[in-house]
């Protein structure tokens, strides 16, 4: 089951999906500069693939959340070298903090 939703903080709007698959729920806030997910996928990728490197993708992943509140709440563990570089992104800032950054 996928679940898309439109969500508004602080006034900046952004879309939240759910997955649901076997075992485990994919959770994800984005907007058309970026995104924060759950550790269902790993953002490691795109800085270890020259080729998608070169994307500068601007995510972060947080760590242990079971729905899209937590999610915005987390402390980020992992972000891509794009956001913080380019966004200013921190690791342990949370992930409301780090979507109030995108424009």
Request: hydrophobic letters at 45%; charged letters at 25%.
């Amino acid at each position: 089951m996928v679940t898309v939703e439109p969500i508004e903080i602080e006034g900046k709007h952004f879309v939240a999906t759910t997955v649901k698959l076997p075992k485990t729920t994919l959770l994800s806030v984005s907007n058309d500069v970026g995104y924060i997910m759950c550790a269902a996928l790993d953002v490691d990728f795109f800085d270890v693939n020259p080729k998608l490197k070169e994307r500068k993708v601007i995510a972060g992943r947080a760590e242990g959340v079971r729905s899209i509140d937590q999610l915005l709440n987390a402390p980020l563990a992992k972000i891509t070298d794009a956001s913080r570089e380019e966004i200013g992104w921190e690791i342990g800032m949370t992930g409301k903090e780090a979507l109030l950054r995108l424009s």
